[in-house]
T-cell receptor, first 114, second 115 residues
Framework: GENVEQHPSTLSVQEGDSAVIKCTYSDSASNYFPWYKQELGKRPQLIIDIRSNVGEKKDQRIAVTLNKTAKHFSLHITETQPEDSAVYFCAADPGGTSYGKLTFGQGTILTVHP | GAGVSQTPSNKVTEKGKYVELRCDPISGHTALYWYRQSLGQGPEFLIYFQGTGAADDSGLPNDRFFAVRPEGSVSTLKIQRTERGDSAVYLC?????????????FGAGSRLTVL
């Protein structure tokens, strides 16, 4: 089955700095890669996603890049703000007959210091 | 509804008891998923429904776990003879199916504590 590794496990930055979180996956059939933000005690919320036919996607301060050859994808947050502090999870979806059967990474605790 | 609704939000039970957790997906979403999230971990897939049928139940850890979705909307996750290791947050998610099939919206979860 799919295996997703996420690094770093914790990340501390100053407000205004950039933050980068990296994930690798094992199943070359995976074709959809979402990123979720989860605040303490809250639901995971989709913040950005990318499909395998695209190399990069941006949404305001957030961007995701995908390297299918190397089987890794990354989340980039620019101009970080204290409200960006949360746990971020990457995930991979192998598609096929089980859409939405996501394999998640272990999570990155991002702390943005004012 | 406007979002995915899960009840109860918290459930404390004793080892060996039976538990039911309910999920009400976004109206019109045909696909429904159950995940389990242990403390400090990412969510782990349990089961996926497309309509009324379980399309993939490969994530259910053993036969004490069972889920139903009899009318293709609300789903119930049932856990028999609960064990302390079942303690976790059980997350439900739904998606519209079709091209957006894997764009999941999660509920807030049901936190299960087995004493």
């Amino acid at each position: 089955g799919e295996n997703v590794e996420q690094h770093p496990s914790t990340l501390s930055v100053q407000e205004g700095d950039s933050a980068v979180i990296k994930c690798t996956y094992s199943d070359s059939a995976s074709n959809y890669f979402p990123w979720y933000k989860q605040e303490l005690g809250k639901r995971p919320q989709l913040i950005i996603d990318i499909r395998s036919n695209v190399g990069e996607k941006k949404d305001q301060r957030i961007a995701v890049t995908l390297n299918k050859t190397a089987k890794h994808f990354s989340l980039h947050i620019t101009e970080t703000q204290p409200e960006d502090s949360a746990v971020y999870f990457c995930a991979a979806d192998p598609g096929g007959t089980s859409y939405g059967k996501l394999t998640f990474g272990q999570g990155t605790i991002l702390t943005v210091h004012p | 509804g406007a979002g995915v609704s899960q009840t109860p939000s918290n459930k404390v039970t004793e080892k060996g008891k039976y538990v039911e957790l309910r999920c009400d997906p976004i109206s019109g979403h045909t696909a429904l998923y159950w995940y389990r999230q242990s403390l400090g971990q990412g969510p782990e897939f349990l089961i996926y429904f497309q309509g009324t049928g379980a399309a993939d139940d490969s994530g259910l850890p053993n036969d004490r776990f069972f889920a139903v979705r009899p009318e293709g909307s609300v789903s119930t996750l049932k856990i028999q003879r609960t064990e302390r290791g079942d303690s976790a947050v059980y997350l439900c998610a739904s998606s519209p199916g079709g091209r957006g099939a894997n764009v999941l919206t999660f509920g807030a979860g049901s936190r299960l504590t087995v004493l």
